[in-house]
């Protein structure tokens, strides 16, 4: 059987190599290295995950007791963490950790200027198209594909025109009848809602389709009130909101979702330089938060493939169960937002450089990543299946422990004698540290099965012995090793062994 051990597994080999040997663990990275481990990678894994993902409250249907609504999904308690834990890092590897860029919150809703300056109200189209037999709906562009042809490098017009060509053969996947698709045409991919209780006097506005706008009309705000000078970033976490034709895919394509924008400002001239800094950046921070090198790839996109705004863009993708797809967009935006503003607005959004004496319009170098596809990465790329078809088959999420959602399980052996409070003494002290669970119903192993799902790196077992001697079952959920440890040492060693 292949080894398919995710990079995470490594960083926590050797975390564990070094700190478990320093407190008497002896040579644990040789017994990870025995244990065969699968990551299967067909489509099937996908619905695994998703099933997983019900069963244990990362990810729920939206609005599940009225029947569901389409596409939309509500996190569950571990989903939430295991969000929280991207992007907290994502922030602090983008903003607290480096001098040259600042943070922002704009508005969900701005003014609708703001979408006719950055071009979404004249372009931010999809081409769509109906069966006229069962009134589905989908994009043009995706049944192409389904049929082999490459529509990303397509202008409208040549989609429009392969599409013809092929509209007599072309099945509906709902009705299965063939050549009942009506000609694509554009559909606006923004929600728009009204502002205003007075009939009459209300102003039709749209949700964000992305971040990045909040921060551009926020330029000169930050140049003017905090010391900032270029080159610098200004970051944004937030929803964004696109009504999308055809969502799939779980929560790749969803209508409502976050994203983590960076918009960086730097000199005409320097973007390119900036562009690969981005590139490189990017892709180096999902390698350290655990994604498998063979499952990211830079896919620089053909000219005609960029939206308006752009000079150059690429893609890290990842590879999906389904394929490969676009975790994170790198785009060199040009001067074309802020100058944009300048010419809707009426307002100057020069920047003064001091160095060169110079007033330029920046150029912007922008990375956006999505977090809900982040996070799908993240489950796709440590879900593991152990032994599978024997009977101690276990499923592990086997990630990166700063990710894991609960740091660690703590059990009592049995529901009397003292245990439930010795384990208790436990949760209160190492909660302060980081999140852990409390668990007593069950077998050990059932408790052990279920934290494993969880990607929990840390069990703590809680027996008769611990009364005596104040010692606890530590146990790995990589090896299913276990060792005892003395309980005084526990908040330093599971901090260090989490944490570096
Ligand atoms: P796609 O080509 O997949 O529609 P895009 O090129 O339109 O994506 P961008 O506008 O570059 O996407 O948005 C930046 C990031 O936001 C994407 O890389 C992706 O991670 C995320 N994203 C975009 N649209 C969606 C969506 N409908 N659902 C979930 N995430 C999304």
Same mark, same amino acid.
């Given at each position: 059987?292949?080894s398919?051990?995710?990079?995470?597994?490594?960083?926590?080999?050797?975390?564990?190599a070094?700190?478990?040997?320093?407190?008497?663990?002896?040579?644990?990275?040789?017994?990870i290295?025995?244990?065969?481990?699968?990551?299967?990678?067909?489509?099937?894994?996908l619905?695994?995950?998703?099933a997983l993902?019900?069963?244990?409250?990362?990810?729920?249907?939206?609005?599940?007791?009225?029947?569901?609504?389409s596409?939309?999904?509500?996190?569950?308690?571990?989903?939430?963490?295991l969000?929280?834990?991207?992007?907290?890092?994502?922030?602090k590897?983008?903003?607290?950790?480096?001098?040259?860029?600042?943070?922002?919150?704009? *508005?969900?809703?701005?003014?609708?200027?703001?979408?006719?300056?950055?071009?979404?109200?004249?372009?931010f189209?999809?081409?769509?198209?109906?069966?006229?037999?069962?009134?589905?709906? @989908?994009?043009?562009?995706?049944?192409?594909?389904?049929?082999g042809?490459?529509?990303?490098?397509l202008?409208?017009e040549?989609?429009?025109?392969?599409?013809?060509?092929?509209?007599?053969?072309?099945?509906?996947?709902?009705?299965?009848?063939?050549?009942?698709?009506?000609? =694509?045409?554009?559909?606006?991919?923004?929600?728009?809602?009204? !502002?205003g209780s007075?009939?009459?006097?209300?102003?039709e506005?749209?949700?964000r =389709?992305?971040?990045?706008?909040?921060?551009?009309?926020? @330029?000169?705000?930050?140049t003017?009130?905090?010391?900032?000078?270029?080159?610098?970033?200004?970051?944004?976490?937030?929803k964004?909101?696109?009504?999308?034709?055809v969502?799939?895919q779980f929560?790749?394509?969803?209508?409502?979702?976050?994203?983590?924008?960076l918009?960086?400002?730097?000199a005409?001239?320097?973007?390119?330089?900036?562009?690969?800094?981005?590139?490189a950046f990017c892709?180096?921070?999902?390698?350290?938060?655990?994604?498998?090198?063979?499952?990211? +790839?830079?896919?620089q &996109?053909?000219?005609?493939?960029?939206? &308006?705004?752009?000079?150059?863009?690429?893609?890290?993708e990842y590879?999906f =169960?389904?394929?490969?797809?676009?975790?994170?967009?790198?785009? *060199?935006?040009?001067d074309?937002?802020l100058?944009? &503003?300048?010419?809707?607005?009426?307002k100057?959004?020069?920047?003064f450089?001091?160095e060169?004496? !110079?007033?330029?319009?920046?150029?912007?170098?922008?990375?956006?990543?999505?977090?809900?596809?982040?996070?799908?990465?993240v489950?796709?790329? *440590?879900?593991?299946?152990?032994?599978?078809?024997t009977p101690e088959?276990?499923?592990?999420?086997?990630?990166?422990?700063?990710?894991?959602?609960?740091?660690?399980?703590?059990?009592?052996?049995?529901?009397?004698?003292?245990?439930?409070?010795?384990a208790?003494?436990?949760h209160?002290?190492?909660?302060?540290?980081?999140?852990?669970e409390?668990d007593?119903?069950?077998?050990?192993?059932?408790?052990?099965? +279920?934290q494993?799902?969880?990607?929990? =790196?840390?069990?703590?077992?809680?027996?008769?012995? *611990?009364?005596?001697?104040?010692?606890?079952?530590?146990?790995?959920?990589?090896?299913?090793?276990?060792?005892?440890?003395?309980?005084?040492?526990?908040?330093?060693i599971?901090?260090?062994?989490?944490?570096?």
């Open positions: 059987m292949k398919l051990r995710p990079e995470s597994i490594n960083h926590f080999k050797i975390t564990l070094w700190a478990l040997t320093f407190n008497g663990y002896g040579p644990v990275a040789e017994e290295e025995k244990k065969p481990k699968k990551t299967p990678r067909d489509a099937d894994t619905k695994d995950i998703v993902t019900k069963r244990r409250g990362f990810v729920f249907p939206g609005s599940e007791i009225y029947g569901g609504l596409n939309t999904f509500d996190y569950g308690p571990y989903g939430v963490e969000m929280r834990n991207l992007r907290n890092l994502w922030w590897s983008f903003v607290l950790e480096r001098d040259d860029v600042v943070g922002l919150d704009s *508005s969900i809703i701005l003014h609708p200027k703001v979408w006719e300056a950055s071009g979404h109200v004249g372009s189209n999809d081409p769509l198209i109906d069966c006229k037999n069962c009134k589905s709906r @989908f994009r043009a562009d995706h049944i192409l594909e389904e049929t042809v490459d529509t990303k490098k202008t409208l040549s989609l429009v025109e392969a599409f013809r060509a092929r509209q007599e053969t072309l099945q509906c996947s709902v009705c299965g009848n063939k050549g009942t698709f009506t000609e =694509p045409r554009q559909f606006n991919l923004m929600f728009s809602t009204k !502002t007075v009939s009459g006097s209300d102003l506005v749209y949700l =389709p992305e971040t990045a706008q909040g921060i551009f009309i926020n @330029f000169k705000n930050i003017d009130t905090c010391r900032v000078k270029i080159p610098f970033g200004v970051a944004q976490v937030g964004s909101f696109r009504n999308e034709i969502a799939r929560v790749f394509r969803t209508r409502e979702f976050e994203q983590l924008e918009e960086f400002f730097c005409p001239g320097s973007q390119k330089e900036w562009f690969e800094h981005w590139c892709m180096n921070w999902l390698y350290s938060i655990g994604l498998k090198k063979e499952n990211l +790839r830079l896919r &996109h053909d000219p005609e493939e960029r939206s &308006h705004y752009s000079e150059n863009t690429a893609d890290i590879k =169960p389904f394929g490969w797809g676009e975790l994170w967009g790198i785009a *060199s935006r040009t074309y937002d100058t944009q &503003h300048v010419k809707v607005s009426k100057n959004l020069e920047y450089d001091s060169t004496n !110079t007033k330029y319009i920046p150029y912007v170098v922008e990375p956006s990543l999505g977090l809900n596809r982040l996070t799908l990465a489950l796709c790329d *440590s879900y593991l299946v152990e032994k599978e078809g088959q276990r499923i592990v999420l086997g990630m990166n422990p700063k990710l894991s959602p609960v740091k660690v399980g703590i059990f009592p052996l049995q529901k009397k004698d003292g245990l439930p409070e010795l208790m003494e436990i209160r002290k190492l909660s302060k540290l980081f999140p852990v409390y007593v119903s069950g077998s050990i192993g059932k408790r052990y099965y +279920r494993d799902e969880l990607g929990t =790196p840390f069990c703590i077992t809680v027996d008769y012995d *611990s009364l005596k001697d104040r010692t606890v079952t530590v146990r790995l959920r990589d090896t299913t090793e276990q060792k005892r440890e003395k309980i005084d040492s526990l908040p330093e599971l901090n260090r062994l989490i944490f570096s």
